[in-house]
């Protein structure tokens, strides 16, 4: 019995006088998410779900959606009213391309629905321009300001909110267009054509495409209520 006892406490000693398992790492931290409240993703950065129209013409790369040479009207699946759409938008030298808002999923975009223009402001070809075919503006109706583009090549950080006929498009935190389209044609439209788009309460939202590379991420929307 003696000896067993001797045993125990020899062993006990032993446990004692070793050195404590070293505590496990941290857990690394989950990655914050980023959100805004009562927006919602129309890109999961992936693929093309929850998009509809010329899938061929569109790819995804590097967490954007990227228009190809070919590309041409990509449109949201659903159709919208009054929302806020937030995106960035990457050019290249002298590309030309639109977003659509309230349109159908038929026809010319810019006179059946509503286009806001995404072009290159500094090209040399754009030179002679209308003042209502530059960035940001309602293509044919409202002109933009033009001042707030970033050089070609970098990400900028556009807005459009719409709410009945009150149209705001801002640019890299700058407002450089905000109009009301039911007074813009009351005496015509600036390019003198019929703009049937502009009647419209509802529609889809797109990128049209005309044959040159624009790339758009982030790309989110919160429905609001008039």
Known sequence: ?????????VVCLIL??????????????????????????LFDGKTLDGWVGDIKGYAVDGGAITCLPSGSNLFTAKEYADFHLKFEVQLTAGANNGIAIRAPDAGDAAFAGIEI????????????LKPWQYHGSIYGVVPAKREFLKPVGEWNAEEIIVRGSHIQVVLNDHMILDADIAKAATEGTMDGK????????????GFLGHGDKVSFRNIRIKEMLR
């Open 1 to 9: 019995m003696p000896t067993l006892l001797n045993t125990w406490i």
């Open 117 to 128: 223009q995404v072009l290159d402001n500094t090209d040399p070809k754009h030179s002679n």
């Open 16 to 41: 004692w006088q070793s050195p404590a398992a070293p505590p496990p790492p941290p857990r690394a931290a989950s990655p914050a998410v980023t959100t805004e409240v009562g927006f919602v993703s």
């Open 194 to 205: 019929l703009h049937p788009g502009l009647r419209r309460q509802s529609g889809h939202i």
